[in-house]
């Protein structure tokens, strides 16, 4: 079982990564830090203003960035029929559903918590502010992969569910947000406990809602 | 070959507000062949994929032991994989069964991306892949689809290939098919 496990992981990580033909992990990352180079250019070169309001930027950045992949995430596969096949091979939509959130998280997680070190330049972040945004995109990244993955199951196979997953996605994750930006406002350790809360409460509750929505999805 | 069997009892399917077919009983032993006929949109997709346990009947009930193989109209392989490597990929998971790439006529396509095969030759790839899944209940939704002449007296021999050696072969096609002791069972007569 573990070993079937990782030969999915391993797909998955090769489909997600280098994309096959829709596209890689790099466009979500372009995307983000192409993000972080407007912002300076729209607010003007008001350095406090910019340090001040960078963190947020960047958390906002980081949230559209994860909603570039989501119709990758379950959709192709649905199409094949491979998840037909894993049924008929006894492994649950569950456990396909946190193989392909761990995927996922790897495949724009860290690449995003690097990219954050060129953005917090670019927004003239101090020391003390960077710390805060990677310490929170690490215990916000893995519920905004959860979700995700949660929101492409929801959404595959309706007509327009691409464009549906993005804005679903949006208000979900909205706590995300409010506490991981929020720990940079208040300079507070809560902010990120409360992030990291949110992102152990999505990740719990994915495998089950998505392997529902796939189940369904089968009919 | 381990042991196999495939029963169900009352089947009734449903399709949006239709009823497809209703009072659908089998029971298939070691070397049954099945093959389920009827106009399209009958009902013949539904029962494979019932009989498979991915969708739920309307009415009545599946019992089956033995492992199940499924090749319908999507080949689960990667597209942009060359096909060997989608091959593999399946084979590693199932870490069993014999390669029947070469009998399939597959040798020479090996390095060609899934996306790139025309139907037929998909058809062939999903094919092999059931082989290698070396279970006993093969359900086969339109397999000779695509297929030209002689592909079809490949995948007849080795349909009966399957049973002889004990297995079970659901075959749902509107074309006939060449094999031996062969049922047929045709939806239309339990149509409501």
């Known amino acids: ?219 | 070959m381990q042991e196999c069997r495939l029963a169900a009892f009352d089947l009734a399917c449903r399709r949006g507000d239709r009823v497809l077919f209703r009072g659908l009983s089998l029971a298939l032993g070691a070397g049954a062949a099945l093959h389920i006929t009827g106009a399209n949109g009958i009902g013949k997709s539904s029962l494979i994929r019932i009989l498979a346990g991915l969708a739920p009947a309307y009415a009545g009930s599946v019992t089956s032991e033995g492992g199940i193989g499924l090749v319908d109209e999507r080949p689960a392989l990667d597209p942009h994989l060359p096909l060997g490597r989608a091959l593999d990929f399946w084979r590693a998971f199932d870490r069993a069964g014999t390669d029947a790439t070469e009998l399939l006529g597959l040798t020479n396509l090996l390095d060609v991306p899934v996306r790139y095969l025309s139907t037929g030759q998909r058809k062939r790839a999903a094919l092999a892949r059931l082989v290698a899944q070396a279970v006993p209940l093969w359900l086969l939704d339109e397999p000779l689809n695509g297929l030209d002449v002689s592909a079809v007296a490949l995948v007849e021999e080795l349909v009966a290939a399957h049973c002889a050696g004990g297995g079970i072969a659901v075959v749902a096609s509107h074309q006939p098919i060449a094999l031996p002791a062969l049922v047929a069972l045709d939806l239309a007569v339990l149509a409501p």
């Open chain 1, 1 to 219: 079982m573990m070993g079937r496990l990782l030969l999915m992981l391993r797909r998955d990580l090769a489909l997600l990564l280098l994309g096959g033909r829709r596209g890689g992990a790099v466009l979500p990352l372009l995307f983000f830090l192409a993000v972080a180079m407007l912002f300076p250019f729209a607010v003007g070169p008001d350095a406090p203003l910019l340090a001040r309001t960078g963190g947020g930027v960047i958390w906002v950045a980081a949230l559209l960035a994860a909603i570039l992949p989501l119709d990758r995430l379950i959709e192709p596969d649905l199409e094949l029929g491979m998840f037909d096949q894993w049924a008929l091979r006894g492994i649950s939509e569950e456990a396909i559903v946190a193989v392909r959130v761990l995927a996922h998280w790897l495949s724009f997680g860290p690449p995003l918590m690097l990219a954050a070190l060129p953005a917090a330049g670019l927004l003239g972040l101090d020391g003390e502010r960077l710390r805060l945004v990677e310490l929170g995109l690490l215990l916000g990244t893995p519920g905004l992969a959860a979700l995700g993955v949660m929101v492409a199951a929801l959404t595959a196979g309706l007509r327009g569910g691409a464009a549906l997953g993005g804005l679903l996605v949006i208000p979900l994750a909205v706590p995300l947000l409010v506490f991981g930006a929020g720990s940079l406002a208040v300079g507070g350790e809560s902010g990120l406990a409360f992030t990291g809360a949110v992102s152990l409460v999505l990740l719990a509750i994915t495998p089950f809602a998505a392997g529902a929505a796939i189940r369904n999805a089968r009919g």
